[in-house]
């Protein structure tokens, strides 16, 4: 590969800042190190170092686009600073070839007492766009930013959104060689959103390249050829999108005694060159007792998300997922056949009642979901005081990965909601085998068959 195919090119790139704990010992370091060279002594610092990057390494050719992802704090908005040139790395190098368009934080560039149209020219002009560039493209942006007559109000005016969708017209339809965009398509609605991403396909399909920073799996998997893993600012792994998500899935909710395991061993991939499509075989899971048993229970396997919603005349006790011999568990095997129990009681008389759960994905996609009983039917009566205990069975044909689950109780009568729980329970499917599906369930009937002539 010519040096001319290169967009981006980070060569171990560094970056450290000096925490201070009280704001005196800013000015003793700036005197005392010095007094005590002058005398003989050793110098004593008074600020511990931070590494908020440390020693990452890669390439972005021309026309690529990039998926960076990790924890907050883990040094994406960092590397996308030096990038961008408006952080000074501490050591490394950072060669672009371009004009960069940046989204970084939210209206970052935008002076809130100009108007949206002023503001349009200045940020053209910081990206060096000349008044008669800018004027032919102005129409373009305002009608992508959609923002009707706010374009001539001053930018202290709008809304979040509305400041996201200029920010966004305005560094996405200048045609930049490199755009970077860190989180900033969050805050948009989901018809903006689709409009954003139609766009960066179409500047992917002019040639430009894209560093896209997301907390989103699907996001990045659909979007990007390669995804970047960072985690406390070191490059874990650097590989095909679908790989990167599932290991950095993986991570984030795999037990804290494993998670320093995990990233040593996907340290040791990137850094070895052995082909990534090993890792998922190959990397730490929690594997089987001895006893050959496939069914586990990991307690640190909580989730943060739960949302419970306001009793109204019944009461969801607990939510738990059971193998076939009614063991808990919440670690599972690929198309291992399990039950969803839901226990409950309801504190008021209610008339047609009826019972749902809900699979989703990390990213809130619901693959599947049960009702009871069918649609169209009901409980016709439930009495206060009364208990119930409702089972599901699924056969857990889903990908490796980390799941969650909710369940309700409905009512088509007010309340409708009688008591929901959001997130009530997550669950893994660990690696077991190879693979031979796409996406996250496996819909196969029978084996593929093959015949060349």
């Not at 996201?164 to 805050?187: G, H």
């Amino acid at each position: 590969m010519s040096y001319n195919d290169i967009a981006i090119q980070v060569k171990n790139l560094s970056k450290v800042y000096n925490i201070y704990n009280r704001p005196e010992d800013r000015l003793k370091q700036s005197v005392i190190p010095r007094v005590q060279k002058l005398v003989g002594k050793q110098p004593k610092p008074y600020f511990h170092e931070f590494w908020a990057l440390r020693d990452v390494s890669f390439e972005v050719k021309k026309g690529e686009t990039i998926g960076i992802i990790g924890r907050n704090g883990s040094g994406k908005s960092t590397l996308l600073q030096l990038v961008c040139g408006t952080l000074t790395p501490t050591s490394g190098t950072v060669t672009t070839q371009g004009r960069i368009a940046a989204l970084l934080e939210l209206g970052s560039g935008f002076n809130p007492e100009f108007s949206g149209r002023e503001n349009v020219y200045l940020n053209g002009a910081i990206l060096g766009l000349s008044k008669e560039e800018i004027d032919s493209r102005f129409d373009n942006i305002a009608g992508f930013a959609d923002i009707g007559d706010f374009i001539e109000q001053p930018v202290k005016m709008y809304s979040s959104g509305m400041v996201v969708r200029l920010a966004f017209a305005v560094q996405a339809m200048v045609d930049p060689d490199i755009l970077i965009v860190d989180e900033a398509l969050a805050v948009g609605d989901e018809k903006f959103q689709r409009k954003c991403f139609a766009r960066l396909e179409e500047l992917k399909s002019k040639g430009t390249s894209i560093l896209f920073v997301s907390h989103s799996g699907p996001q990045i998997v659909e979007l990007c050829q390669r995804a970047l893993l960072l985690e406390h600012g070191v490059r874990l792994l650097y590989a095909h999108p679908s790989y990167v998500v599932r290991a950095y899935q993986k991570l984030i909710y795999a037990p804290s005694q494993q998670q320093t395991i995990l990233a040593q061993e996907y340290k040791k991939f990137d850094q070895s060159g052995t082909d990534i499509a090993n890792l998922e075989s190959n990397a730490s899971v929690v594997e089987p007792s001895d006893d050959g048993k496939k069914n586990y229970f990991d307690s640190g396997l909580i989730p943060e998300t739960a949302t419970v919603y306001p009793i109204q005349g019944a009461e969801i006790l607990s939510l738990r997922i059971l193998d076939m011999n009614g063991h808990a568990i919440n670690l599972l095997s690929f198309g291992q056949d399990s039950r969803f129990e839901v226990l409950g009681r309801f504190l008021a008389d209610r008339e047609r009642v009826f019972f749902g759960i809900h699979i989703r994905t990390i990213s809130g996609v619901e693959i599947t979901g049960q009702r009871y009983p069918p649609e169209g039917t009901y409980v016709e009566k439930v009495r206060a005081g009364e208990r119930f205990r409702i089972t599901y069975g699924f056969k857990m044909i889903l990908s490796p990965g980390t799941y969650f689950s909710g369940c309700a109780v409905w009512s088509p009568n007010e309340p409708i909601c009688l008591h929901r729980i959001i997130d009530a329970t997550m669950f893994r499917i660990i690696p077991s085998q190879k693979r031979d599906f796409g996406g996250y369930v496996d819909l196969s009937s029978v084996n593929p068959t093959l015949e060349i002539s």
